[in-house]
């Protein structure tokens, strides 16, 4: 994707991979990589490997690990959206495969959190081997915002 | 075994072994079927690389998907006539509570199977099967030998 030219962006985009994937074993067991950012977009890359693959005729990645990757994308862009940190959890994600995946390729999901509220944020999110306008699957989810323990103000909540 | 022979071997035997080794994510994530009173139940081992949030702890929201939809598909080939792997359309997980880092579970029911698609409905808990910790709605496409 996106190259990177500014060595601050690649120093950020290390950061970022410290906390969505480093700071999750789950995300690391997936070898995820953070791809691109903005405020409020994020994607990351699922890397093909075998031993992520679901049907062995096709040599197709399981649905799981792309729900995985969708799930973890979503809750990335939520957290781009926050003036500060804070916990959030997945209240409902749905996803549609749109055409089916191809085997040796990896797989990127951006995420566009499009709305945040106090306490609920929204995301529409697409898996792609790397052709945006032709994605894999299509995705939409909600997130809770959990209140920040130190501070019951809600200025850590842009709009 | 090639997976169609996994399929044919499962209808045979009731017995999920085969099936889980020839599908190479259902290995890496522990998950795996098992008979219990006629009915299909779908269980995810824990593992520490399951784990979404090390601070609650609690497991990532994408590894129960992955166990509802697994068992949607293990209840699919116990129930179907075909050996092809039934293709998702979709799937929508709803997380009712966090997931501890335990066992996972899983219990699916055909809202409507027909010949081309069905609609399944998971239910994925814990300690009690009665107290969900996610609830999935998956459609899946019923691919002709």
Known sequence: ?159 | MRLRDAVVDLRQTGDFTSLQEAIPYARFMGISGELVDDEVIGRMRYSDHLVGNANVPALHGGTLGALMESTAIFKLLWHGETTAIPKTINITVEYLRGARPQDVFARAEFTRRGRRVANVRVFAYQDDPDCPIAVATAHFLLVQD
């Open chain 1, 1 to 159: 994707m996106a190259e990177s030219f500014l060595p601050q962006k690649d120093e950020i985009r290390r950061r970022l991979e410290g906390r969505y994937v480093g700071a999750v074993p789950h995300n690391q067991a997936l070898g995820l990589r953070v791809v691109d950012y903005r405020p409020e977009h994020l994607s990351l890359a699922l890397p093909y490997r075998a031993d992520l693959v679901g049907n062995p005729e096709t040599e197709v990645l399981h649905g799981g690990c792309i729900t995985s990757l969708i799930d973890a994308t979503c809750g990335g862009a939520v957290i781009m959206s926050l003036a500060a940190p804070r916990r959030i959890a997945t209240l409902d994600l749905r996803i549609d495969y749109v055409r089916p995946a191809l085997p040796h390729q990896e797989v990127i999901c951006g995420a566009h959190c499009y709305k945040v509220t106090r306490h609920v944020a929204f995301v529409r999110a697409k898996a792609h081997h790397g052709d945006k306008a032709n994605p894999i699957a299509t995705a939409s989810g909600t997130f809770v915002i959990f209140p920040d323990e130190g501070r019951r103000t809600e200025d850590g909540v842009p709009k």
